[in-house]
């Protein structure tokens, strides 16, 4: 049943970049939010932090997919790959790309 109610699933409300369980995790200026096909992880735009961040919906743990924490752009895998303030994300359920594939709006 719906209750409406609101939870924190993960964030101190401290600004950082810390990973973590729950309240450990901080983020900085999250802009962007999208949910995986299965719904079991959040994907997270952590704009000011320059990085994409994986929330695991059942445990609430914060790690990080993509981005060294460099404001700049650049291609590459982890820490690697560069963005510069990301503001949106999404997450292809298929079509027209494979399922699962995110997508960054800088």
Sequence with gaps: ATTGAVTTLA???TVGS????????QFTVPSGVAISPDSSA???????????RRVEVGTGAVTTLAGGG???NADGVDEAAEFNNPAGIAVSF???GPPGQLCTRQ
């Design 11 to 13: 964030g101190s409300g």
């Design 18 to 25: 810390a990973e973590g369980v729950g309240g450990a995790a």
């Design 42 to 52: 959040l994907f997270v735009a952590d704009s000011h932090n320059h990085k994409i």
């Design 70 to 72: 460099d404001e700049d």
């Design 94 to 96: 298929g079509k027209p």
